[in-house]
């Protein structure tokens, strides 16, 4: 049946400024494309797919349709780098044939390990910005995406990888696990989005592994039991020893007492692993909403039976003040909650163990809980809350109270500003003082010129007093815009950790702008470099999430910062909250 003639005509005005292009779907840039249905068949009849029951796995994801999509079969020679320590990625891997060796101590050389400087934008390419930029607005082409994690030149350009020479000699005096057949690794990192704790390197002449990408892993983990509860197991036997070893508390251990202090440890998790979205509901109810939905792990004036260290996520200190609370203190990874009490009880025995503050899950938080009984056992009593670590976020030892006469402590009104909102989270988050910023909107400006003619955040977010969080991209200690990603398109740079967002494989499912609780990733509808809407088939247009990059390219750093003529703003890192209480009192 022939079109009428005004909808043809239509037709043909819409056809004349579009261009039709193939919308992405979630399959549709498998792991290894060239996965064949025998080496199919081989997996299923491998460990622990073979035990899986298929049954459990619902139609639109099938166990065979991970196994085919998300999952390659990897083959290594002796000596070549499987995975490198502090890189970032997003694999988990399954040894099929041969060994590979897991290298715990003494690090590698970087240098051996094939580390190059990540490649920036010349002089040259970065004056040439000012006219070569696309004049069209989100000019994009699939041809020539972004760079996001470039390695090359630290790949041998002919084999395609990273031998380590005379391995033998290299790891004769490291301490080193081998991993046989059916055994799994790299999976804590890939889940965590946290970088990898040690290298692994194959030792055999041939080892054939099994590469998940995290997106599989996780589909799997959804529907088997059995695998969750290995992964679980796996966490216990090494990174919870490697956790507890490298703790000043447990360092004097030998190995014995480490693997007994691991058995009498316990794990706990508080929260939400996707704690975004609820965070994003409830902060629509405001303040006391948040709180009242915080998991209470120690409330202040409840018998201290141990402390509590923080493996991952965040909690906030609090205290009693007036009728209510007070936050002290934000801690994270690495941090250790409890312990001053013990150890006064330890050198005044008469003083009763009573917990001084109140610690709540912010989000997610991820801890260990160690008896006061395996302390007296195992601690080394001569240590101080001075002698721990730093941790990622606040500090390890007793908070301070928003009063302390330190020029430096945070003020009250701002711990409770940056708690509520979450802002420790990020590394790199756009502070701006309102007082000295003009908006002049350089920072914008220059922010555009270095991405495409793009800007890639608003110079709009929350306010205290007059400290203004942009809607940046903080480049956050747990991204949890990565979570949900179906195709990884938004992940961490192996060098820097930066989060970024690959747009080649972007399928503007809006996920990851759904997750970010800070508003700082945006779906654009994209164009081609000639200015053309890209469509679907169905004429329905094709978007893309966008967010600062913390230009990755640009050899100066961050241009918004670079370009704003007032110093009034600054890429700061909010998990040290008293960095940012120095630039706000600078001169």
Not at 190 to 217: D, I
Request: aromatic content about 8%; glycine content about 6%; some cysteine.
């Amino acid at each position: 049946m022939p079109k009428p003639r005004n909808m043809a005509k239509s037709d043909n005005n819409l056809a004349s400024i579009t261009r039709q292009a193939a919308r992405p779907k979630r399959w549709d840039d498998p792991l290894d494309p060239a996965m064949s249905d025998a080496t199919l068949d081989m997996l299923m009849a491998t460990e622990p797919f073979a035990s899986m029951d298929e049954t459990a796995f619902p139609a639109s994801t099938p166990l065979r349709g991970i196994l085919r999509a998300d999952t390659a079969v990897r083959e290594y020679a002796a000596g070549e780098i499987v995975l490198r320590k502090d890189d970032y990625g997003t694999s988990a891997f399954l040894v099929l044939e041969g060994e590979v060796d897991v290298i715990l101590r003494p690090d590698i050389d970087p240098q051996l390990l094939g580390r190059a400087p990540r490649i920036k934008k010349s002089f040259i390419a970065r004056f040439a910005q000012l006219w070569n930029n696309n004049p069209e607005p989100e000019g994009w082409s699939k041809k020539s995406p972004r760079a996001s994690d470039n390695i090359k030149g630290s790949i041998n350009k002919k084999s395609g990888s990273i031998y380590l020479q005379d391995y033998p000699q290299i790891v004769s005096d490291a301490k080193t696990v081998a991993l046989k057949k059916g055994q799994l690794f790299g999976e804590i990192s890939a889940l965590s989005r946290m970088p990898r704790t040690a290298t692994v390197v194959a030792s055999t002449k041939q080892a054939r592994l099994l590469e998940f990408s995290w997106e599989g892993l996780r589909d799997i983990m959804r529907f088997d039991s059995a695998l969750k509860k290995q992964i679980d197991k796996i966490y216990r036997e090494n990174s919870l020893k490697t956790f507890l070893r490298h703790h000043p508390l447990f360092s004097h251990l030998d190995e014995s007492e480490q693997v007994q202090l691991c058995k009498e440890a316990q794990l706990e998790n508080y929260g939400e692993y996707n704690w975004s979205g609820s965070y994003i509901r409830l902060a629509k109810d405001g303040d006391q909403a948040i709180a009242a939905n915080e998991p209470v792990i120690v409330r202040e004036g409840e018998y201290s039976n141990g402390i509590y260290m923080i493996s991952a996520g965040f909690c906030r200190v609090s205290q009693k003040y007036g009728n209510g609370e007070r936050t002290l203190n934000y801690i994270g990874a690495g941090s250790a909650f409890g312990y001053e009490e013990i150890a006064t009880h330890w050198k005044n025995p008469e003083y009763e163990m009573q917990s001084l503050y109140t610690l709540r899950s912010l989000g997610y938080a991820y801890l260990i809980f160690i008896p006061t009984a395996s302390l007296e056992k195992y601690a080394n009593r001569g240590l101080s809350e001075t002698d721990f670590p730093s941790s990622p976020v606040g500090i390890s030892k007793s908070p301070v109270p928003p009063s302390d006469i330190n020029g430096d402590a945070p003020s009250a009104s701002l711990m409770e500003f940056m708690a509520e909102h979450r802002f420790f989270n990020g590394t790199k988050s756009m502070v701006i003082d309102m007082d000295r910023c003009t908006r002049c909107d350089d920072c914008v400006r220059a922010c555009a010129s270095t991405h495409d003619g793009n800007p890639r955040f608003l110079r709009h977010g929350p306010m205290i007093d007059n400290l203004m969080i942009a809607n940046a991209c903080m480049h956050c200690i747990d991204p949890v815009c990565m979570i949900g990603c179906p195709t990884g398109a938004i992940h961490r740079t192996s060098f820097g950790g930066e989060v970024v967002i690959n747009p080649a494989t972007c399928i503007g499912c809006g996920t990851c702008a759904a997750n970010c609780p800070y508003d700082s990733i945006r779906m654009v509808e994209v164009r081609s470099t000639e200015g053309e809407f890209l469509v679907d088939e169905e004429y329905q247009p094709i978007f893309k999430a966008t967010k600062c990059d913390l230009c990755v390219e640009q050899v100066s750093g961050p241009a918004c910062q670079n370009a704003c003529p007032h110093d009034a703003l600054s890429r700061t890192d909010l998990t040290q909250v008293t960095s940012l209480t120095q630039w706000l009192k600078r001169k």
